[in-house]
């Protein structure tokens, strides 16, 4: 029978705030620090609480267990609350409230610079760092080697880190958090600093630790990257906890829950923004091949977008264009349309236009259609930006373990346009 996995960190009810607004003048005289102390209990008292204002929350009650050795992605929107765990994690602030409870030597990457001092040379740091983890001399030069091979660092190891790039400054800060021996190692959004070949490097590292036992969180908009390398998610969203659950399961209902604040997720979109045109979008749909609202599809799969138009036209035929965009970069990765449609309808009509598209080769991610009307070379009628979103949850159809992972390059997926 396997034993439970031990708990690497227990967070139990934890709440950190902070002080907003504009400091206290440095130098005041006594005759004004105490007028101004009278003058601030009499407001107090006359708001009944007013003070409250001048502070946030940035965590509010929460509370979490992560078992040792697991790979925890943490997501939510700027603002939520994500870094300042990690700080009160990594015992860099304290909390307000609450309690911390975390087992072992923890190696952070918060931001960068953090933990280095600019005046001492790459190889000085390294042995700083290792000091601060609570390392012996002989443990930090053991390991010295890899982290300068890792970091790829050698010709720059003996210069000031004052005059080492934010790239630079990055790689060697997570290779000497993720060689020196943590237990558990904290990673903030900070590998957006890096080059592509820098950011896989580190996503196999923290892959590696991971399987040696060490406790991985890691804070990161990517969502790919969280799906990938991460086997628990936390969601935070205004310093509460959302969620907490199988990484997939948790980044699925976070997009669901961004892509509602941005325009409904398949089904059908009204449009409430329409522009002074004399034709423009009205609502729009997005169904599967089963005719129901195509929220979530895989790899393969085939989908409908509808498009309603409204009002008349005033030239002899328009155009309608769609432009598939993947959500997390902006990337747009197909386009299609028509520039041959129905025309004759007058004010108030409208007019239907289908797009029958697939099969997706798309990875794993949030996507979202564009529309775009007009009249060739005369005059644009109307754009739709993101009209209607959607997810595509599988893209291994062979069950072969691996991902289809093209992306970002634009591509060309089969279409064809029907009379709705």
Known sequence: MAQPAQTAVRVERLSKRYRIGPQRARYRTLREAIMDGLSAALQRLRAGGAQAQQTI?????????????????????????????????????????????????????????????PELTGRENI?????????????????????????EMGQFIDTPIKRYSAGMGMRLAFAVAAHLQADILAVDEVLAVGDMAFRKKCLGKMQDVSRHGRTVLLVSHDMNAIRRLCRTGVWLERGRLRAVGEARDVVRQYEESVAAGNGPTGGR???????????????????????????????????????????????????????????????????????????????????????????????????????????AGVADLDFWPEAISFEVASCDPNR?????TARYAP??????VRAA
């Open 269 to 375: 979109a009204e449009r409430t923004d329409r522009p002074a045109s004399p034709k423009c979008f009205e609502w729009v749909s997005l169904t599967g091949a089963d005719g129901r609202p195509a929220a979530s599809v895989g790899f393969g799969d085939r989908i409908t977008l509808t498009a309603a138009m409204g009002g008349r036209t005033v030239h002899g035929t328009h155009f309608v264009e769609w432009f598939l965009n993947e959500r997390a970069h902006g990337h747009r990765v197909a386009w299609g349309g028509t520039h041959a449609l129905p025309t004759g309808d007058v004010a108030g009509d409208s007019k239907h236009i289908a797009f029958v598209i697939g099969p997706l080769a798309l990875a794993e991610g949030q996507y979202s259609f564009s529309l775009a009307m007009g009249v």
């Open 400 to 404: 072969t373990g691996y991902s289809y």
């Open 127 to 151: 042995h700083l760092n290792g000091a601060i983890l609570g390392m012996t001399r002989h443990e930090v030069r053991a390991r010295f080697d890899e982290i300068v091979d890792f970091a």
């Open 57 to 117: 929350w940035a965590l509010r009650d929460v509370s979490l267990d992560i078992a040792s050795g697991d790979v925890v992605g943490i997501v939510g929107p700027n603002a939520a609350g994500k870094t300042t765990l990690l700080k009160v994690l990594s015992r860099i602030t304290e909390p307000t409230e609450g309690r911390v409870e975390v087992r072992g030597r923890v190696g952070s990457l918060l931001e960068v610079g953090t933990g280095f001092h």
């Open 411 to 416: 591509t060309f997926i089969p279409y064809e």
